[in-house]
């Protein structure tokens, strides 16, 4: 379900309003567009399950049991045996009594596999997260976030400064830590080795040398990779050659080890002040027995599934060919994490309800765990998939993802509010994309829907302007835009700056939907709602414009070029088929070339 309405933390009204206003919001969501979390299920949570209602069983999607070492029968008896022994719980935090010969096998045998110095074990990867950071970090200092990281690292830091950089790009990194390295204040840099939502690898290699010669401290969240990855199961780092030589590496016990629990492993001294000071552990009771003893189990087999690693990640190729040649758009994945691209996030929804009906469980992801504009199914493969159940998905995934996939199924049932109002937006888009606003009717709107009159003002009972006003402003590019640019998440460089503005021109210049939009508002009698968009633009972007301006020689001259620029940016987009300017045919300038005439423009005045 998106999550878009105001949070208790944000909101200036009451708890108890805010939590009134979201429970409305969930059952409307959930009536018009569906129901996909929090499902029940009575059956273990593996690459076949049973989800509460149905009787069929389903081929799953959703496990992170990526070896599939939860339903090993040698991980079971261990478990069994620990209850046995110990009892179902230590009821004890680690440091008063809790802290079991299991815990410390396991911590030593990590920090084997990892080349580590020592381990302290947690209850979960994400209290790993929430205590290594509210230990090493002050209020003062500066953590330094690839934006794909874990939603655990963000809430673990938000007792002081945060500065998001870009996915994977190593020189924003390099600028930023040498634009703050002179402050006095500890910098610390957050990365995953595998992204859990693109399923892509992290740069561990470069962002350690530069974190070196910043001499700022690097943390790898390797929970995805450690398993799946290298020879000995031992994650990225094993396969960059790096195991020992990261400062910090956590993971969890969730994924490869079929189990529950997080770690931290590293440099003895971080490790043990990370052992007093992270309350989540220190004063959090000691994992039960039998988890602790099936990861211990897990520990031994991962290091022995070799066959079992490289057939994972030939299924995972496999799958990325597969869905290629069916003509879906997917993440740049080099793991059994896969995004399969929808082109919004109440599709991935309505994708996810359809594949339901065909006994397939997998969950769509939205904003905010993703950038607005790329919702998606999130693919998990694990070694116990076979090639014949990614067949399937793909040939479910062609029938269920087609505009007519209620006409394609023999038992025809009535189309439901939210796919009837898929089904309206996508034409509409269709419409606008080829004509514009000016030729947009309800009367084509319908027609291309397959619906009666009726059955449009049966959803929309306010009118068709009412309708197109709601699409104008639920399709906004600019409002979206910035939200992804957030102040707080910004260094203010011109670097940064550029890439804003390039995001902008590449967003309206490669999508007719969006340059009609910005025709609709630069008419001479724009709607109500373009005028209240652009209000709200202005005012949402004024602290953004001030912070890249604040610093500069002349603040008001640096507003009036951006102004100028952007305004020109956005001419050039309009009449770019109509002529040239000054000598030249924009339809065939490359983005670089853009890119670097923006550079030099705006580095003039800093």
């Excluded at 096998?105 to 209850?123: C, H, M, P, V």
């Excluded at 938000?158 to 020189?171: A, E, G, I, R, Y």
Aim: charged share 25%; hydrophobic share 40%; with cysteine.
């Amino acid at each position: 379900m998106k999550q878009e309405t105001d949070s208790i933390s944000q909101s200036k009204v009451s708890t108890g309003e805010v939590a009134k206003m979201f429970s409305k919001h969930k059952e409307d969501y959930h009536n018009s567009v569906g129901y996909v979390y929090w499902k029940e299920t009575d059956a273990s949570v593996s690459s076949k399950m049973t989800l509460k209602g149905t009787q069929s069983h389903m081929i799953s999607f959703v496990s992170n049991d990526y070896l599939g070492l939860s339903q090993h029968s040698l991980v079971r008896s261990d478990a069994i045996r620990a209850i046995n022994q110990f009892g179902t719980g230590f009821c004890a935090a680690p440091s008063i009594g809790g802290y079991s010969s299991l815990q410390k096998r396991l911590e030593d045998g990590l920090s084997s596999l990892l080349k580590t110095e020592d381990t302290l074990i947690f209850n979960s990867g994400f209290s790993t997260n929430i205590g290594v950071l509210s230990a090493l970090v002050r209020s003062e200092d500066i953590v330094f976030l690839d934006k794909a990281v874990h939603r655990s690292v963000f809430d673990a830091i938000k007792h002081c400064t945060c500065k998001m950089l870009p996915h994977n790009d190593p020189s924003s990194l390099d600028l930023a830590l040498q634009r703050y390295k002179e402050d006095g204040r500890n910098l610390f840099v957050v990365i995953d080795g595998v992204y859990s939502q693109d399923g892509d690898r992290g740069l561990i290699k470069e962002y350690l040398e530069i974190t070196e010669k910043h001499d700022a401290l690097l943390i790898v969240d390797d929970a995805h990779g450690i398993g799946v990855l290298g020879e000995t199961g031992a994650g990225l780092l094993e396969v960059d050659g790096l195991l020992g030589k990261v400062p910090l590496v956590t993971g969890t016990l969730s994924k490869s080890f079929g189990s529950i629990g997080g770690y931290v492993s590293g440099r003895k001294e971080l490790i043990d002040y990370i052992r007093y000071y992270a309350g989540s552990c220190c004063f959090s009771v000691s994992l039960p027995p039998p988890c602790l003893a099936a990861s211990l189990r897990s520990l031994e087999l991962i290091q022995k599934c070799l066959s079992e690693r490289q057939q994972l990640l030939s299924k995972a190729e496999y799958a990325r060919e597969k869905l290629r040649d069916a003509g879906f758009a997917i993440t740049n994945s080099s793991s059994p994490i896969i995004g399969i691209l929808t082109p919004s996030y109440d599709d991935a929804v309505l994708w996810a309800e359809r594949l339901l009906k065909h006994n397939i469980y997998i969950v769509p992801i939205g904003y905010p765990i993703v950038p607005k504009g790329i919702p998606r199914l999130r693919l998990v493969l694990s070694s116990l998939h076979s090639y014949r159940d990614i067949d399937f998905l793909v040939s479910k995934l062609k029938l269920v993802s087609k505009d007519n996939y209620k006409e394609n199924m023999s038992n025809k049932k009535r189309r439901s509010s939210a796919e009837i109002a898929q089904m309206i937006d996508k034409v509409t888009e269709d419409i606008v994309r080829e004509k514009g606003f000016g030729r947009l009717s309800i009367q084509e709107v319908c027609e291309r829907a397959k619906i009666e009159p009726s059955v449009f003002y049966r959803r929309y009972p306010e009118g068709f302007a009412f309708y197109v006003e709601a699409f104008i402003r639920n399709h906004d590019f600019w409002l979206t835009h910035y939200e992804d640019f957030r102040l707080e998440e910004m260094l203010g460089t011109p670097e940064e700056l550029v890439q804003l503005l390039m995001s902008v021109w590449e967003r309206v210049a490669t999508d007719k939907l969006f340059e009609s939009l910005l025709r609709l508002e630069l008419q001479d009698s724009p709607l109500e709602a373009s005028v209240e968009i652009a209000r709200e633009r202005e005012d949402k972007t004024r602290d953004l414009v001030e912070f890249f301006t604040q610093n500069a020689l002349s603040p008001e001259i640096l507003k009036i070029q951006l102004a100028i620029i952007t305004a020109g940016l956005q001419y050039l987009v309009l009449h770019r088929d109509v002529s040239t300017f000054c000598g030249i045919d924009f339809r065939n300038v490359s983005s670089d070339s853009i890119k670097e005439a923006l550079m030099l423009l705006l580095k003039t005045d800093k």
